[in-house]
Nanobody, 113 residues
Framework: QVRLVESGGGLVQPGGSLRLSCIAS??????MNWYRQAPTKQRELVATISNGGSTNYADSVKGRFTISRDNAKNSVYLQMVNLRPEDTAVYYC?????????WGQGTQVTVSS
C-alpha cells in the first residue's frame, strides 16, 4: 500500500500562511483529498483534486486554500492563506481506491496569536 506522509504544519498567527505537503511512496493516480479534524469535531473534507487537476473546496476555505498536485513527484499540496483560528486542526492527506481508504498520519496546524 502506498504510504502518505504529510508535512508543513505548525503554529501561525491569524492572517498568516502555510503550505502543507503530502508525499506518497508510490504513484497516486487517484483523486486526492485534504481533510481536517479539530478537537471534539468530526473530520471534514477541505479540498479535493482529481487526477486531471479539477478542484473542489469546502465553503469555509474557498478563496483562501488552494490544492495542487505534482504527479511526477507523487505529491499533493495545500496552500493556505489568511488563516483563521477556526482553521486549527490536524490536516490529513487521503485517497480512496475502490473500497479502501488510505490516510496519512496528519500534520497539526495551529492558528493563534
Amino acid at each position: 500500500q502506498v504510504r502518505l506522509v504529510e508535512s508543513g504544519g505548525g503554529l501561525v498567527q491569524p492572517g498568516g500562511s502555510l503550505r502543507l505537503s503530502c508525499i506518497a511512496s508510490g504513484s497516486i493516480p487517484y483523486a486526492m483529498n485534504w481533510y481536517r479534524q479539530a478537537p471534539t469535531k468530526q473530520r471534514e473534507l477541505v479540498a479535493t483534486i482529481s487526477n486531471g487537476g479539477s478542484t473542489n473546496y469546502a465553503d469555509s476555505v474557498k478563496g483562501r486554500f488552494t490544492i495542487s498536485r505534482d504527479n511526477a513527484k507523487n505529491s499533493v499540496y495545500l496552500q493556505m492563506v489568511n488563516l483563521r483560528p477556526e482553521d486549527t486542526a490536524v490536516y490529513y492527506c487521503h485517497y480512496r481506491r475502490l473500497i479502501w481508504d488510505n490516510w496519512g498520519q496528519g500534520t497539526q496546524v495551529t492558528v493563534s496569536s
